[in-house]
């Protein structure tokens, strides 16, 4: 008897704990839902994993940057269910490898996703020497883990956002303290002192943050979080609104949120431009190009705001554009992506306008970003000293100080890669820089707006080159000099080769093929007979033409021998025809061979309908498709 009731005891407790199993991914999925990312990671380690387990394990972890655990589950992701992920999990996926310095898996992960390769090691190199400041930076307070983030210049003190009212109740998102604002002075060492909160008529129990304020000191714009969330599509969302306040006799007063933010997308980051007519700031609101877009809006004398204006495609990506800052006159805009190339996360980039349109942004380089989160970077720009948000050490967000030295004098050459005929660009193109005497010395993969920048020096020759798959090498020379101008553009326009050559063709699978008369073969043999080297000369020129050119010679017979004869006669074929190239002066890297047998028929016929003496010639063929 006790040994049946331990039986029962032992199958009980099976069915409870897969009951208990079944019902904490259930409850996994609802704190995800919720967004407690933390309690719904505990949960999603205890459960069997499958793929939305590992999605969203891996986004917990991802969303409070936590890369190597990130990492781990994507990992897994990835090794299981590849063929069916989402193109988003890739982009996390290479950021969180890039979040713990793997750049050579993150870059095969980036490149998948992108569908051009990179080269995050050669993206650095090259900031090196074209970055227009170094960066010296410090923390600005002993302890980097009060979450501290976001400052700004506020009269002789500073405001930002912490974490540090422990008091108060907690985020779900990463169970720490709801955000406050708070003033403080910094002392000689750059350290910050004297830290007061903004008074409650600021500081609420949510979350307040991202001050910004008039010249005068009597207006501020921030942030504050809706204390409840609304249903946006399926998703219930926690919306940031930008709130303005007046100070009044001594108090912050007619604190109300600005008329164009709503509890349908979030406004966030604002910042005033110097002469106060202009404000700046971040949102997810319907038009945006990506997940966050920069906009602005004029502020008018009455107090009234004008239509919200999307900086647009050359500073807005399909992901996060966010922590918009704007130097005294308005020329310079610094702001925060992860959709422009960087180090890895958030990182700092810089955009100059010209004509009131901002220019195509620069990273400021590894001197300040990470491979982890960078942002919120403000400067004053006749001291080059500022400050930035961070979270490097990878334990929260923290405030850095920072001074910047000028970089040597550099004389710059720079512009895009197009194609000739359609005039779009060209991402993945590798641009490669040489000197006079042809020694390469520098080289970038382009990311998605096919734009380059090197540094030079003056009264030097160089000659730049552009190399991308299917398309002719194009390159041009030039020459600096010492007194004029400082700053070149060449723009760098490739046609592909099927626009230059009649013979070449793109076919209906995307593979690009060099159409000439088939090559015949006698009867069971595979020597290259004279009417196949007449028309084995014709693809040599072609060769010679465009040395960079690589292609798969494929061997093809009809279906009247068994597989296996076929297969082998194919690729005997294949093998003579490239062996015919190699002696005629064609290096063996640019040619493969390949012999397909009857696998790859262009008239499907044979046991269900037997194929004509036409059509046995027409799959007896041999192609030329080109790889490179």
């Known amino acids: ?227 409840k969330r609304v249903k946006i599509g399926e998703e219930k969302v926690a919306i940031v609104k930008i709130f303005k306040a007046e100070f009044v006799d001594g108090k912050w007063t007619n604190v109300k949120a600005v008329p164009f933010a ?126 930035l948000s961070s979270n490097r050490k990878g334990s929260g967000d923290a405030l850095y100080s920072f001074t910047r030295v000028e970089n040597q004098e550099r004389y710059v050459v720079e512009g895009e890669v197009k194609d000739k005929n359609t005039q779009d660009p060209l991402p993945g193109t590798l641009v490669s820089l040489y000197d006079e005497n042809d020694i390469l010395i520098g080289q970038m993969v382009v990311g998605a707006q096919a734009d380059y920048v090197f540094s030079t020096e003056p009264n030097k020759k160089y000659r730049i080159e552009a190399v991308h798959d299917f398309y002719i090498p194009h390159s041009e020379e030039f020459t600096t000099n010492e007194d004029g101008k400082m700053r070149y553009t060449i723009e760098l326009f490739m046609e592909c080769y099927d626009d230059a050559e009649e013979v070449i063709t793109k076919r209906q699978d995307g593979k690009v093929q060099i159409v000439l008369e088939n090559i015949y073969f006698d009867l069971d043999k595979w020597d290259i007979k004279p009417e196949a080297a007449r028309i084995l000369d014709t693809l040599l020129e072609l060769l010679k033409k465009y040395p960079a050119m690589e292609i798969e010679l494929g061997a093809h017979t009809d279906s009247r021998a068994s597989y296996t004869y076929n297969l082998m006669l194919s690729k005997r074929r294949a093998a003579s025809t490239l062996e015919y190239l190699v002696d005629h002066g064609i290096k063996r890297k640019r040619l493969r061979s390949r012999g397909y047998g009857e696998t790859v028929p262009l008239i499907k016929c044979g046991e269900a309908r037997p194929c004509t003496e036409q059509e046995h010639s027409i799959n007896r063929r041999c192609e030329f498709i080109i790889l490179k």
């Not at 898996?105 to 400041?133: G, H, Q, R, W």
């Not at 170094?134 to 883990?145: L, R, V």
């Not at 992860?338 to 620069?362: A, C, E, N, R, T």
Request: aromatic fraction near 14%; hydrophobic fraction near 35%; charge should be negative.
């Open 1 to 227: 008897m006790k040994k049946i009731l331990s039986i029962f005891l032992i199958f009980g407790f099976g069915l409870t704990v897969f009951a208990q199993k079944k019902a904490s991914e259930k409850q996994a999925n609802s704190l995800f839902e919720k967004k407690s990312f933390v309690k719904a990671a505990e949960q999603y380690e205890q459960v069997k994993e499958n793929q939305n387990v590992l999605q969203n394990l891996g986004d917990c972890y991802y969303n409070n940057t936590q890369m190597k655990d990130a990492v781990r589950v994507y990992g897994k992701l990835f090794l299981t269910y590849k063929d069916s992920v989402q193109p988003q999990y890739y982009f996390r996926y290479a950021h969180a490898l890039l979040g713990i310095a793997d750049y050579a898996k993150a870059d095969i992960i980036m490149a998948e996703y992108l569908k051009f390769p990179v080269s995050t090691p050669k993206f650095i190199a090259n900031l090196t020497t074209n970055v227009p400041f170094n960066y010296i930076i410090q923390p600005m307070t002993k302890n980097t883990s009060n979450g501290d983030f976001g400052m700004s210049f506020y009269g002789d003190k500073v405001a930002f956002a912490s974490l540090r009212g422990a008091e108060s109740k907690a985020f779900n998102w990463n169970e720490k303290p709801y955000l406050d604002l708070y003033s403080a002075e910094v002392d000689s060492k750059e350290l910050l002192t004297k830290v007061e909160p903004f008074p409650k008529e600021i500081n609420t129990k949510t979350h307040e943050s991202n001050a910004t304020f008039s010249a005068d000191g009597r207006i501020m714009y921030f942030n504050r979080t809706n204390d």
């Open 262 to 387: 709503t509890d349908t997308y979030s406004t966030e980051h604002p910042v005033l431009s110097k002469d106060g007519k202009k404000l700046y700031f971040s949102s997810d609101m319907p038009g945006s190009i990506g997940s966050f877009d920069i906009y602005y809006m004029d502020v008018n004398e009455d107090g009234t705001y004008g239509a919200p204006q999307n900086l647009g495609k050359a500073i807005n990506t399909i992901h996060r554009e966010q922590f918009p800052f704007l130097s005294d006159d308005g020329t310079l805009l610094y702001f925060a992506s992860d959709g422009h190339q960087g180090m890895g996360g958030l990182d700092i980039f810089q955009s100059k306008s010209y004509d009131g349109v901002f220019s195509k942004p620069l990273n400021l380089g590894e001197t300040i970003n990470s491979n982890l989160d960078d942002f919120s970077y403000v400067v004053n720009e006749k001291k080059n000293t500022g400050y």
